[in-house]
């Protein structure tokens, strides 16, 4: 995902068909960006962008954090969408273990993976979801005045249903439209979603908040896995008197919740014994919000002339933060191959193909360590401290695991 190549390519414009009407349901980040590079990108396409809510609704004061690796930085910056400003670089992540679960010979098992290392100007950012948002919609709308006989703002109308045609796809959006491909990328949350053909309930809670911390670096990132699940602090801008914050992922047993009894000095004092020394002193948290937690996928991205893509399509644990950034893969791969297809048959199957073992390793890998903390298992906890231990001791194997992070299995 590292460039994006120019729309006036003769032979790229040949190859897209010169009828194709496409309807994207859903305006968040995933929805936008594909939008946006569809507008771009297919010349000849005419390309509908549904959402329920309305275009005046002011989406910038969102306050929700989303972990973006570099990939994902790289194509909003592509996009002319990216705010380097309310951003927070990641600069260094620490995935460690607390206690039990240390190294048979002692000491406490820990991956580090810093941009430096890798040679690349920052793992990832950490930006709120309105800010993310904004700067699309903006570019979007921006796109559609300039070409108002092809782009078209369906802001403020809800899409009810899907009906496969011979040659397409009904969109019934109070009134009933035909198009060559319908693009879904409303997601939502786990708890609200319709199950999918793969679906599993974790019996787990995530609690997010915000902390503010002393001391500490900025830039770091770090994941703990702790006998109840895992739990990360994701960087976030310093405040104006220097202090710095963190958005808090805290992940606990749904049936035997730690958390949810206690009050705000109590969960910071929890908080205080989860986290290393490195991440700083915790001197204060935001009240939480709790989440359910599961996994939510669809065993294939497209059916007929529908095309599902990020939540849509796959709805994971945290654990790896990874959900964005694979649905922006989706977008991404989705308009190359309508690019170099001649049929939208043909672009469906090529990118089911081409997304197919980045999207699986990813779901694989979290709901594998998703599950890893419900099971009740012997040394489970020294299994995993090895495994830290192994990424650690073979850089070419750290190396593998953080370019993948970045830019996803290629």
Wanted: overall charge positive; glycine content about 8%; proline content about 8%.
């Amino acid at each position: 995902m590292s460039t994006i190549p120019s729309s006036s390519n003769a032979s790229t414009v040949a190859a897209v068909p010169a009828a194709s009407r496409i309807a994207v349901v859903g305006a968040g980040p995933v929805g936008l960006a594909l939008g946006l590079m569809a507008a771009r990108q297919l010349p000849r396409a005419q390309i509908s962008l549904f959402d329920s809510r309305s275009v005046d609704k002011d989406v910038s004061a969102d306050p929700r954090v989303l972990a973006l690796s570099l990939g994902s930085v790289q194509l909003l910056q592509q996009l002319k969408a990216w705010n380097a400003a309310s951003a927070q670089p990641i600069q260094e992540v620490l995935v460690s273990q607390q206690p039990p679960g240390a190294l048979p010979l002692g000491g406490e098992p820990q991956v580090r993976i810093s941009a430096l290392e890798e040679a690349v100007p920052m793992l990832g950012a950490v930006q709120s979801y309105g800010a993310v948002v904004a700067p699309l919609q903006r570019a979007w709308l921006e796109q559609a005045a300039a070409e108002p006989q092809r782009l078209f703002t369906r802001f403020g109308t809800p899409v009810a249903s899907f009906k496969p045609l011979p040659q397409g796809v009904e969109v019934d959006a109070g009134i009933a439209e035909s198009f060559d491909l319908a693009v879904v990328a409303e997601g939502g949350v786990f708890a609200e979603q319709a199950r999918k053909t793969i679906a599993r309930d974790y019996g787990q809670t995530a609690w997010i908040g915000t902390v503010t911390l002393e001391g500490g670096r900025p830039g770091l990132a770090i994941e703990r896995f702790t006998r109840q699940g895992p739990a990360a602090l994701l960087p976030l801008p310093p405040r104006p008197d220097g202090l710095h914050r963190a958005a808090l992922v805290w992940c606990v047993d749904s049936r035997d919740d730690p958390v949810k009894d206690l009050n705000d000095t109590q969960r910071l004092l929890v908080l205080s014994n989860i986290f290393p020394a490195e991440a700083g002193r915790l001197v204060a948290v935001t009240p939480m919000k709790a989440f359910a937690l599961g996994l939510n996928a669809e065993r294939t991205l497209a059916k007929d002339r529908t095309v599902r893509i990020g939540n849509a399509a796959q709805t994971l644990h945290p654990v790896a933060g990874q959900g964005l950034n694979l649905g922006l893969r989706d977008a991404y791969a989705l308009v190359h191959a309508l690019k170099r297809s001649g049929s939208v048959e043909a672009a469906l199957r090529r990118v089911e193909f081409q997304r197919a073992p980045d999207r699986w390793s990813v779901i694989a890998a979290t709901d594998f360590l998703a599950r890893s903390f419900t099971w009740q298992l012997p040394g489970l906890p020294t299994a995993r401290a090895l495994g830290l231990a192994l990424l650690q001791a073979v850089p070419p194997l750290k190396s593998a695991l953080a370019r993948q992070m970045m830019f996803g299995r290629r």
